[in-house]
Every structure is written in structure tokens, then in C-alpha cells.
């Protein structure tokens, strides 16, 4: 069967080219590729057929094979031209050209869409990662300062994530209904200054707090009503803090100015807020039974708890003056 055959059957592009990147010959799906004839390929520099170049593609293979003694040589190379990915490959035949030159065979297979989906499992999996961790500073037994602050901490630090080393932990109070600042790292003293406290609807944090919604800039656009002397072109994620319906507070994440919206940011970011949200009620709840408890020790009559629907005892609680 003639080799010729063979190749053309291939359904990636595969070319039999020698040392000095010449085509001695170019497989169907290649001819198909570039949309040049068998004729017009054969004889013509790799380089310039493939890619538009008038020297060796940077990480060609051929290059490493030949440099290696002609061995054979696999490897993924981005095609930043086009943005695809493919698995580059050479093989020496043991052949050569008329002129003594080496012949190998080069194949070419688009590897995008998988090369995506292993990006994808491999982002998930990081992701999972930096939440397991930060699920961990939830469950310890500490101030919830402390435990924000923990999160924060982690959060910015996260090299894969586009943000900066700067943001802000802020929270509902239930006095004034608006956001307090609860921690921040990295800010600007006047910037501190100015969002110790926000209105619902002032500003980026105060939007998200209106709306529920996760609010995005690239830039210091017109719904930045802070502003001070000396501020830095920058975006934001402002991402509220959920649970059940309610707006807790706001997760606000500095960004380069000019940054694009991603919405494996958004999502990671979001799973972070519930975090988040899940200290913040697991508080209120511990605050809550403090002052159920404080209110019933001060109480002059004795206090029997039961439940609704067995009528079962659960605990008494006798005032003091009768202990």
C-alpha cells in the first residue's frame, strides 16, 4: 500500500517534510487546511504554509528532534494566531531526500476543545481547594472578625484569580441598615476612611447591597461616588452576601483597571460570599442565644422551654435569686 494512501486515510493534518522544513508531501487534510494543491506544497517551507513565518515556529518540534539526533518529539503548542491548541509531532522515517536531507513525518490534531475541558477540571479543582480552606477558617472557634479576616486573606492571595491584593469585607448593620466595614486589606487609609460605612445604593458596595445582584466596573465610572485625592484608575467585583432572600453584606474585590468580566471569577467569588454568609448567621445565632439566655437569668420567675410539637421538656431555667 502506498504511503500516500496512508496518510491521506489520516483525518489530522500529516506531512512528510524534511530536515530543512521543505514538504516532500502534504496528507488531504492538510491540502484541505491551507487550501493549497498537492503541487503547489510540495517543495514549499513548512513555516511559511502553516503559519505565515519565514523561520522555524517557535517550539517546532522538527527543531528539538533534529537538535536531539533526530528522535521522535511530541508536544502541545498554542497557536496564538488562530488561538487554538494542538499536539505538534515528528517522526524520523529513516528516509531522505535526493539532496541527503532527513525526512520525518508531522502531524498536526487540534487538541482546543480538550485542552479546554482539562483547563476546566483543573480550575474546578483549585477552586475547591481555596474553599475547603477557607470553609476551615469558618469552623474555627473564633471571633468573627477574626475568621473574616482569615478568608480575606486567602482570598486575595489566590495567584489564579484576577484581583488584587486589596478588598473589603463589609456587613448589614442591623441599628443603622447600613454596611459596616468588617475588614480590609491593602485599601487606601482614605478609602477606609470614606467606606467605614455605606448607604444602600451609594457607591459600587452600596449598589450590590440595593440589588442583590453582583455589581462589576473595569474603570472609575460614574457609580463610583467615592472619591479622593490621589485614587487609582481600578474596577470591582462588589458581590453580596446572601442567605435566605437577605442581603448580609458585600464582598468587594479590587481589580486592574481595564480588567474583563469572567464569569468563573464571578462564580468563585459567589461561593465565597456564602461562605461568608454562613459565618455571618452562624453569629447572629450565637448572638441570639446569648441574649435569650441573659434575658431569662434575669428574669424573677421560673422559665420551663419546651417544643411545639411534643410538648417534651427541654431545659428549665431558674432566675438566679432561687438557684
Not at 521522535?72 to 529513516?94: D, F, Q
Not at 462588589?238 to 458585600?250: D, N
Not at 467569588?269 to 459565618?279: E, W
Not at 434575658?295 to 420567675?301: C, E, Q, T, Y
Request: charged share 25%; aromatic share 6%.
Amino acid at each position: 500500500m502506498k504511503l500516500e494512501l496512508v496518510l491521506d486515510a489520516m483525518p489530522d493534518i500529516a506531512m512528510l517534510v524534511d530536515s530543512g522544513h521543505r514538504i516532500v508531501y502534504a496528507n488531504r487534510a492538510c491540502r484541505a487546511a491551507v487550501k493549497w494543491s498537492l503541487e503547489e506544497l510540495v517543495g514549499a517551507f513548512c513555516p511559511r504554509v502553516m503559519h505565515g513565518m519565514d523561520a522555524a515556529y517557535p517550539g517546532c518540534p522538527l527543531e528539538e528532534s533534529i537538535d536531539a539526533g533526530c528522535v521522535a518529539i511530541g508536544k502541545e503548542v498554542h497557536l496564538k494566531e488562530i488561538g487554538r491548541w494542538v499536539y505538534s509531532a515528528v517522526y524520523p522515517t529513516g528516509e531522505t531526500t535526493p539532496e541527503g536531507k532527513p525526512i520525518f513525518l508531522h502531524t498536526v490534531r487540534d487538541i482546543t476543545d480538550a485542552k479546554g475541558q482539562e483547563e476546566a477540571l483543573v480550575a474546578q479543582y483549585r477552586a475547591q481547594l481555596a474553599l475547603d480552606r477557607m470553609l476551615r477558617h469558618s469552623l474555627a472557634d473564633s471571633a468573627i472578625d477574626v475568621q473574616l479576616a482569615a478568608i480575606l486573606d486567602d482570598l486575595l492571595a489566590i495567584p489564579w484569580l484576577g484581583i488584587q491584593r486589596k478588598g473589603a469585607i463589609l456587613l448589614v448593620d442591623e441599628r443603622t441598615g447600613n454596611l459596616r466595614m468588617a475588614v480590609q486589606q491593602g485599601m487606601a487609609a482614605a478609602c477606609v476612611d470614606a467606606c467605614r460605612t455605606v448607604s444602600k445604593g451609594a457607591c459600587l458596595c452600596g449598589r450590590a447591597y440595593e440589588t442583590g445582584e453582583i455589581v462589576f466596573a473595569d474603570a472609575l465610572d460614574d457609580r463610583h461616588d467615592v472619591r479622593y485625592d490621589g485614587i487609582a484608575p481600578h474596577g470591582h467585583y462588589c458581590v453580596p452576601i446572601r442567605s435566605g432572600g437577605r442581603v448580609l453584606g458585600v464582598l468587594t474585590a479590587y481589580l486592574d483597571a481595564g480588567h474583563q468580566l469572567r464569569d468563573e471569577e464571578e462564580g468563585f467569588l459567589a461561593a465565597t460570599a456564602d461562605v461568608i454568609a454562613g459565618i455571618v448567621e452562624r453569629e447572629a445565632a450565637r448572638a441570639s442565644s446569648r441574649l435569650f439566655r441573659a434575658v431569662l437569668d434575669r428574669s424573677r420567675d421560673a422559665v420551663l422551654v419546651v417544643a411545639a410539637d411534643t410538648f417534651r421538656f427541654v431545659v428549665s431555667i431558674a432566675p438566679a435569686a432561687i438557684r
